[in-house]
């Protein structure tokens, strides 16, 4: 990830693309989205290509689990912590 | 699991759908199959697609073991039509083929959506129920239906919609989580394309200029009520990937009991289906 980029941009993308997948509006960024069901694994799927794609961030599937998308924030963790 | 971020890459997972070619094929014929849930919404949709009158050649994208032309025989004797189907899974066309082999009206052969086996302009009508979802790059579908469909030509496709399943595949992924890693969950819940009617509609006018053709994408929303068993009739032909993937099986099974027990509502396991009717037509 380019160290341009900052957390806010990081944010902002990854919420844009929740809420227009699932057609949501999430409230709060600590809003809990495995817990509550709220996100498939579909919207998963496609924010791990999205977070290569947009950020050339690869994570490693095997190191993951369904908490590191809990939240928008821990999302966003995903992607700033592995910069 | 690099593959999951190569699979995207405008080719068809030959490998997805040739699965079925070993466990799912017979499955797509059976008749619990062809009146329940998905095959009830095909027979619903084929009764609706209509055929003008200088219709000649029908071409039937992913037409699997040949379910397409089953229900339309009737419109091919009105109309003297003759009609092709391709499929990638070979399991799947040698049924469709061996049901058809003294009928030469229909012809068969192994193709996908991202490759036709016909010419530029030559095909009439496209059908295809339930097997755009296996495309990698819906773009490249619609640019390659558009190259063989002629001008004045028409196109009925039937697919999944993005929120297919949502809340029943929810019960499904609670079970998987116990059986299968986080990794082997998203790589199979990538397997299928999900979209919008909106995302679907924009893919489709890439390939089809809508100076020259009509699109209308719409999406058919209902709740199917089944019972355990007839709700594992057409998952576990749909999910064989999921399936192979488990060590336990038998346990797997329980545990899916289980969740989709939780959801049971009084009438019965619901099924929340979404679908999707693209229909081109040429302005000509």
Redesign the interface.
């Given at each position: 990830m380019s160290a341009a980029l900052d957390r806010e941009q990081v944010k902002a993308k990854i919420k844009a693309l929740i809420e227009g997948?699932l057609k949501i509006k999430i409230e709060s960024d600590d809003y809990d989205l495995v817990g509550t069901?709220t996100i498939?694994?579909?919207t998963?799927?496609l924010l791990?290509?999205f977070i290569?794609n947009e950020f050339g961030v690869?994570l490693?599937?095997?190191q993951?689990?369904?908490d590191a998308f809990g939240s928008i924030n821990t999302i966003v963790g995903l992607v700033t912590d592995s910069n | 699991m690099s593959e999951l971020f190569d699979k995207r890459d405008g080719q068809v997972d030959k490998d997805t759908v040739s699965t079925y070619s070993k466990f799912g094929a017979s499955a797509y014929e059976d008749q619990r199959n062809r009146e329940f849930l998905y095959g009830n919404k095909t027979v619903e949709f084929l009764k609706n697609v209509r055929f003008d009158n200088n219709c000649k050649f029908v071409l039937d994208i992913g037409c699997g073991t040949g379910f397409g032309f089953d229900e339309l025989k009737d419109e091919f004797d009105r109309r003297d039509m003759k009609g092709l189907g391709i499929e990638p899974a070979r399991g799947m066309l040698d049924i469709a083929i061996e049901k058809y082999k003294d009928d030469p009206r229909f012809e068969w052969n192994t193709g996908s959506f991202e490759d036709i086996p016909c010419e530029d302009k030559s095909v009439d009508k496209i059908i295809s129920t339930l097997a755009l979802h296996w495309v990698k790059d819906l773009e490249c579908a619609a640019k390659e239906m558009a190259r063989v469909l002629k001008e004045d030509g028409s196109l009925e496709i039937l697919m999944i919609a993005r929120d297919d399943g949502h809340y029943f595949k929810k019960a499904i992924v609670k079970a998987q989580r116990k059986h299968l890693t986080f990794a082997q969950i998203i790589k199979t819940a990538g397997l299928a394309l999900r979209v919008s009617p909106e995302q679907c509609h924009a893919a489709m006018a890439v390939g089809f200029s809508e100076d020259k053709f009509d699109i209308r994408v719409e999406k058919i929303s209902d709740i199917v009520y089944g019972d355990f068993e007839a709700h594992m009739k057409w998952w576990k032909a749909r999910s064989t990937q999921i399936i192979c993937d488990v060590k336990d099986k038998d346990r797997f099974m329980k545990d899916l009991q289980e969740e989709l027990k939780k959801i049971w509502d009084g009438q019965g396991i619901p099924f929340d289906s979404n679908l999707l009717t693209i229909r081109i037509k040429g302005k000509k």
């Open positions: 997948e069901d498939d694994s579909y998963m799927m791990i290509l290569n690869k490693d599937m095997e993951l689990d369904f | -």
